[in-house]
T-cell receptor, first 117, second 113 residues
């Protein structure tokens, strides 16, 4: 079964600086999708960025980018020019599809990011 | 506005009293899913539906039921809630075989005493 590991329960960063959140996953599939979701205090789950495994180019969305290392099964999220509004819980997720066709997102346990002014 | 809605947003109930949490999406998505979020465990899938009248169990289905009679609605039913079902519940949807990211509802905070 696929697993997703976020080894940093908590991280902090100074406003305007850069921070990287780590995520590793375990899978035997060759084609898959990975996501980072943000959960602010409102508890809404917000998609931050998506990466298709077949694409070698790392995904980028404004200040958010990923470092996707397929061989190492690593999918880290880099936040540049951190803002106070970036403070949230961040979840790494893997799209899992079984042979029977069942589909789900497998989530890591999350990293709580604090942004200090 | 494209969105997933859930009701109620907050609910406190007692053990054994049947309840339903509704979920509706206005994006014509085929796939819908329910997750529960517990501290230190992330989100875990309860049930999912690939389309109308097609539902299946996720990782933690015990104590829950679902139905999918209409494409837009996917209610979560707790026939006899117990305190271990106290949790934050999310409904999600996505278009089948397009971009694969799931769009989440605002969450329902359920407390069972």
């Amino acid at each position: 079964a696929q697993t997703v590991t976020q080894s940093q329960p908590e991280m902090s960063v100074q406003e305007a600086e850069t921070v990287t959140l780590s995520c590793t996953y375990d899978t035997s599939e060759s084609d898959y999708y990975l996501f980072w979701y943000k959960q602010p205090p409102s508890r809404q789950m917000i998609l931050v960025i998506r990466q298709e495994a077949y694409k070698q180019q790392n995904a980028t969305e404004n200040r958010f980018s990923v470092n996707f290392q397929k061989a190492a099964k690593s999918f880290s999220l880099k936040i540049s020019d951190s803002q106070l509004g970036d403070a949230a819980m961040y979840f790494c997720a893997y799209r899992s599809v079984s042979k029977g066709g069942s589909e789900k997102l497998v989530f890591g346990k999350g990293t709580k990011l604090t942004v200090n002014p | 506005e494209a969105q997933v809605t859930q009701n109620p947003r907050y609910l406190i109930t007692v053990t054994g009293k049947k309840l339903t949490v509704t979920c509706s999406q206005n994006m014509n998505h085929e796939y819908m899913s329910w997750y529960r979020q517990d501290p230190g465990l992330g989100l875990r899938q309860i049930y999912y539906s690939m389309n109308v009248e097609v539902t299946d169990k996720g990782d933690v289905p015990e104590g829950y039921k679902v139905s999918r009679k209409e494409k837009r609605n996917f209610p979560l039913i707790l026939e006899s809630p117990s305190p271990n079902q106290t949790s934050l519940y999310f409904c999600a949807s996505r278009r089948h075989r397009v971009t694969y990211e799931q769009y989440f509802g605002p969450g329902t905070r359920l407390t069972v005493t």
